[in-house]
């Protein structure tokens, strides 16, 4: 790959396994791109959002850097996961190229707000639109616009693709619906949100919170119970945030 491209690189790590979504239990590797555009209240990785801290942890490098550093972790994986931040922010077509020369499969993780042509170039693609408890639903008004022109573009280029939604209220249950309403032929999965260590829940009833295994496993029961009652979500898939009940909030796994 003749390509000088750089890149804001917050980490690399593997081999695991995908903790939410289509891929659960899929043995992997994670490279987590720095930068976003959206500041949800409840993010949990914070250091690949922050600018400041982008800029100070994040080092440049390019895709070639990027993939050398991915294989020093051993393992036999042969899938990636690009996840952020927002990953599409960057442009990544050679980078995935490389991927796919190497025989790997590739898999991003977007909100669904930046459409690059290179998507259609992945083996899956996860948009995680925010719910109203990020705080994202009134600063990125052109929110529902933008996801129904990325849905549209993989679907006409049969790209693989699902809605994954972690839940926090009330409030995200009824955007949960209303996903359920605009995409009724797209997968859509559904995970409780978790508290984590230094960013734990701003909403009031969970402030100050950290779950537990158990306090964790406890709502995602409550959520698969309700849904399992309602429905107009019945056609929704819940599932854990795996990685929080093997690993805790521990990073890098």
């Known amino acids: 790959m003749n390509d000088n491209s750089t890149f804001r690189l917050s980490e ?24 976003c555009d959206y500041r949800c209240s409840w993010c949990d990785t914070w250091y690949a959002v922050d600018p400041e801290t982008v800029r100070e942890t994040a080092p440049l490098r390019t895709g070639q850097e990027i993939y050398d550093e991915m294989k020093t972790l051993g393992g036999v994986a042969e899938w990636v996961i690009l996840t952020g931040g927002n990953p599409v922010l960057w442009p990544l077509g050679n980078f995935i190229d490389l991927l796919h020369g190497k025989g790997m499969k590739v898999s991003v993780e977007t909100q669904g707000s930046v459409w690059k042509t290179w998507l259609l170039d992945c083996d ?7 719910p109203p408890s990020s705080g994202m639903d009134v600063a990125h008004p052109q929110w529902e616009k933008h996801l129904r022109a990325m849905i549209s573009k993989l679907q006409t280029n049969s790209v693989d693709h699902d809605l994954k939604i972690v839940v926090f209220d009330n409030d995200d249950i009824e955007f949960v619906r209303l996903l359920r309403t605009m995409f009724p032929d797209t997968r859509l999965d559904i995970s409780v949100g978790s508290a984590t260590p230094g960013r734990p829940y701003t909403l ?35 599932l854990p945030q795996y990685h929080v009940l093997l690993w805790g909030h521990k990073r890098g796994v």
Do not use: N, W
């Open 12 to 35: 690399v790590f593997g081999p695991t396994l995908q903790g939410e979504g289509r891929l659960i239990g899929t043995p992997c590797y994670f490279i987590r791109f720095g930068g």
């Open 124 to 130: 899956h693609v996860c948009m995680s639109p925010k």
């Open 204 to 238: 009031d009833h969970f402030e100050g919170v950290v779950d537990s295994r158990e306090a964790y496993l406890t709502r995602a029961e409550a959520l698969a119970s309700r849904l399992l009652h309602d429905p107009d979500l019945g056609r929704c898939r819940v």
